[in-house]
T-cell receptor, first 113, second 112 residues
């Protein structure tokens, strides 16, 4: 099982450019999440999708959009990248229900110059 | 507002020592408390988790202690090894909610 797969692994953007981070899971999980990780800040939730067809804002949604394409795929889009969006982005999924943990991908390291 | 507070930010111990990482929360609706371990260049991976109906849970060298009245929980790593050097995150969620709330992480270094 691949689990949660994120692409690309690394990306460098110039300020104002746009890009989409891709995420796919093969565990038939209902819920999917996008987090960003910054030094000293822990993991902060950007957006999540509790089930196919729904999306909700997390703690830091400004500057991002998401699409739950189907049950497997959840993408994160930066429409106009800013240096403040330099971070490591993690996608995660969960079955939800009692005792269901998050399963993370290996991240996308994004640098905005 | 930080839903889960974690300390210390970093920790250095000798091999065989017992590092302890502490977390505290406010929301009494939280009923599932996982710990994640993250190695450089990798995503966080579930290490161990606990529910508030028990005060302690052990899995191998890893133990969670839970104090429901104080709204605190901690991770103990027995007989720590250099391979345990990683960043550890505590988290909290509720079965009726959709979000996991993470602490800010603890960078652990185990010196040989």
């Amino acid at each position: 099982n691949a689990g949660v797969t994120q692409t690309p692994k690394f990306q460098v953007l110039k300020t104002g450019q746009s890009m989409t981070l891709q995420c796919a899971q093969d565990m038939n999980h209902n819920s999917m999440y996008w987090y960003r990780q910054d030094p000293g800040m822990g993991l902060r939730l950007i957006y999540y999708s509790a089930s196919e067809g729904t999306t909700d804002k997390g703690e830091v949604p400004n500057g991002y959009n998401v699409s739950r394409l189907n049950k497997r795929e959840f993408s994160l889009r930066l429409e106009s990248a800013a240096p403040s969006q330099t971070s490591v982005y993690f996608c995660a999924s969960s079955a939800r229900g009692r005792g269901s943990p998050l399963h993370f991908g290996n991240g996308t390291r994004l640098t905005v110059t | 507002q930080q839903q889960v507070k974690q300390s210390p930010q970093s920790l250095i111990v000798q091999k065989g020592g017992i590092p302890i990482i502490n977390c505290a929360y406010e929301n009494t609706a939280f009923d599932y408390f996982p710990w994640y371990q993250q190695f450089p260049g990798k995503g966080p991976a579930l290490l161990i988790a606990i529910r508030p109906d028990v005060s302690e849970k052990k899995e191998g060298r890893f133990t969670i202690s839970f104090n429901k009245s104080a709204k605190q929980f901690s991770l103990h790593i027995m007989d720590s090894q250099p391979g345990d050097s990683a960043t550890y995150f505590c988290a909290a969620t509720s079965d009726t909610g959709n979000q996991f709330y993470f602490g800010t992480g603890t960078s652990l270094t185990v010196i040989p």
